[in-house]
T-cell receptor, first 114, second 113 residues
């Protein structure tokens, strides 16, 4: 398996624009997580899904953030409108019950909002 | 609420010296503990995990960690580090078999020649 695939790897956008980050989890994994990493706040869990259903979105910072998982092989994290303070590295990770809680991470999307 | 504390933000060490990266957690229920490593511009990868059983856990790249329930600690150790071990190391906890991981703030290990 190619691992968790995120796109794009880098995104630079202007304040106020909509940004969509994409993730393809490892095939067969039934949990998907979105994390945000910043110098100030470290790694924060934004939301996670089980079998495509959002289980806990308490980490989503504001209504400007939304996440979807239309099927088992694809998820998006959308920010609309984006703000400079959203600049961070966003990671997607997936895991499975058979995998004993181990989360496999993608390489991340570095988002810069100017 | 559960939390993870990594006491050192940066640990400088000379090559071939031993190293210990500290991690403490707070939780009143059963926990599962992990150490992940992050190399520059990459995602996190698992070093080792404690789910149950022996409190001494061995991982990849010669790392090991010991679960100490009375001290609520899960310190990471390596007897002899290499330049290639330079990276950021994250301790994480999962509570009550939840798949939700809570991460510490990370420790940057800097190995000098």
């Amino acid at each position: 398996d190619a691992g968790v695939i995120q796109s794009p790897r880098h995104e630079v956008t202007e304040m106020g624009q909509e940004v969509t980050l994409r993730c393809k989890p490892i095939s067969g994994h039934d949990y998907l997580f979105w994390y945000r990493q910043t110098m100030m706040r470290g790694l924060e869990l934004l939301i996670y899904f089980n079998n495509n259903v959002p289980i806990d979105d308490s980490g989503m910072p504001e209504d400007r953030f939304s996440a979807k998982m239309p099927n088992a092989s694809f998820s998006t994290l959308k920010i609309q409108p984006s703000e400079p303070r959203d600049s961070a590295v966003y990671f997607c990770a997936s895991s499975s019950k058979q995998g004993a809680l181990v989360a496999f991470f993608g390489q991340g999307t570095r988002l810069t909002v100017v | 609420a559960q939390s993870v504390t990594q006491l050192d933000s940066q640990v400088p060490v000379f090559e071939e010296a031993p190293v210990e990266l500290r991690c403490n957690y707070s939780s009143s229920v059963s926990v599962y503990l992990f150490w992940y490593v992050q190399y520059p511009n990459q995602g996190l990868q698992l070093l080792l995990k404690y789910l149950s059983g022996s409190t001494l856990v061995k991982g990849i790249n010669g790392f090991e960690a010991e679960f100490n329930k009375s001290q609520t600690s899960f310190h990471l150790r390596k007897p002899s580090v290499h330049i290639s071990d330079t990276a950021e190391y994250f301790c994480a906890v999962s509570v009550d078999s939840s798949y939700k991981l809570i991460f510490g703030s990370g420790t940057r290990l800097l190995v000098r020649p």
